[in-house]
């Protein structure tokens, strides 16, 4: 069965520093990732999805993530970290397009001025 | 507004109460999926439909059950509740495929007391 590991339940970077979420995925097939955020009391956003196109994949509020076969890991970053980008992010994995989204058990992503 | 409704924000109720979680999906979206959000368990999948029949089924207790109307909004019924059950239900929506990724309602907070 298709799987997600966020390492680290809880990430804090200084306020400018790069951000850097990992993501490790087990899919027998070439799966289809994103990163979701979710901050306090919201639903969850859609940040970035991999559909087997280029593997690095850029997203909103200056996200990127590169998908990493050989390593089967899609992590999250960001150059540079805003205060405004304090909350908790999810990857999940979805091993085919019909197949329903697997998520990992989310990091909290802290800030600090 | 992400163009998906939950109701209602918030419910409380006594253990061994029946509950009714209500979800209209964003325009022109088939499937509609929801999934249980709680501390321990992180977000789980309970179950999918895709216009009006179930697509998929992932782990929902056999307490639980859903249908989605010819109108495409789904309820989330939860019976014989247990302090267990409180967590955040979130309902979400798709296109056609997973792979497009989904839109996440606001979710419902559902605390048995």
């Known amino acids: 069965a298709q799987s997600v590991t966020q390492l680290g339940s809880h990430v804090s970077v200084s306020e400018g520093a790069l951000v850097l979420l990992r993501c490790n995925y087990s899919?027998?097939?070439?799966?289809?990732l994103f990163w979701y955020v979710q901050y306090p009391n919201q639903g969850l956003q859609l940040l970035l999805k991999?559909?087997?196109?280029?593997?690095l994949v850029k997203g909103i509020n200056g996200f990127e993530a590169e998908f990493k076969k050989s390593e089967t890991s899609f992590h999250l970053t960001k150059p540079s970290a805003h205060m405004s980008d304090a909350a908790e992010y999810f990857c999940?994995?979805?091993?085919?397009?019909?197949?329903?989204?697997?998520f990992g058990k989310g990091t909290r992503l802290s800030v600090i001025a | 507004d992400s163009g998906v409704t939950q109701t209602p924000k918030h419910l409380i109720t006594a253990t061994g109460q029946r509950v009714t979680l209500r979800c209209s999906p964003r325009?022109?979206?088939?499937?509609v999926y929801w999934y249980q959000q709680s501390l321990d368990q992180g977000l789980q999948f309970l179950i999918q439909?895709?216009?009006?029949?179930?697509?998929a089924k992932g782990n929902i207790l056999e307490r639980f059950s859903a249908q989605q109307f010819p109108d495409l909004h789904s309820e989330l019924n939860l019976s014989s509740l247990e302090l267990g059950d409180s967590a955040l239900y979130f309902c979400?929506?798709?296109?056609?495929?997973?792979?497009?990724?989904?839109?996440f309602g606001s979710g419902t907070r559902l605390t048995v007391v």
């Open positions: 999940a994995v979805s091993p085919s397009g019909n197949t329903p989204l697997v």
């Open positions: 899919s027998s097939v070439p799966p289809y």
């Open positions: 979400a929506s798709s296109a056609t495929r997973a792979n497009y990724g989904y839109t």
């Open positions: 325009s022109g979206d088939l499937s």
């Open positions: 991999y559909t087997s196109a280029a593997t």
């Open positions: 439909y895709y216009n009006g029949e179930e697509r």
